[in-house]
């Protein structure tokens, strides 16, 4: 499986932006996925993440401004980022992990940068 993730730039505090992570192979009746990111200097860490179940789960603070969805006719998962602030500024990373083989794929990253 090969995960291209795309939507990422440059946009002013308060605006918004949506990430697309295409999958080169449909299997999303049996992965995790979400959405991770890296700052600068820090560890990558979770943003958001959706089950084949459908549950979902953000990281606090991204609660009430991101929304993970996915579209399975389309095998893309989306993250839909609202009132972005400069400390969201981070390369973003898609993610799947089969949940059958274990198998883990991450995107190449987009860069999100947010303004001041």
């Known amino acids: 499986v090969q995960l291209q993730a795309s939507g990422g730039g440059l946009v002013q505090a308060g605006g918004s932006l949506r990430l697309s992570c295409i999958a080169s192979?449909?299997?999303?009746?049996?992965?995790?996925m979400g959405w991770y990111r890296q700052a600068p200097g820090k560890d990558r860490e979770l943003v958001a993440d959706?089950?084949?179940?459908?549950?979902?789960n953000y990281a606090d603070s991204v609660k009430g401004r991101f929304t993970i969805s996915v579209d399975n006719v389309k095998s893309t998962m989306y993250l839909q980022m609202s009132s972005l602030k400069p400390e969201d500024t981070a390369v973003y990373y898609c993610y799947q992990r089969n949940l059958l083989t274990k198998k883990e794929y991450w995107g190449q990253g987009t860069q999100v940068t947010v303004s001041s």
């Open positions: 959706s089950t084949s179940g459908g549950i979902v």
């Open positions: 192979r449909n299997v999303f009746n049996i992965v995790y």
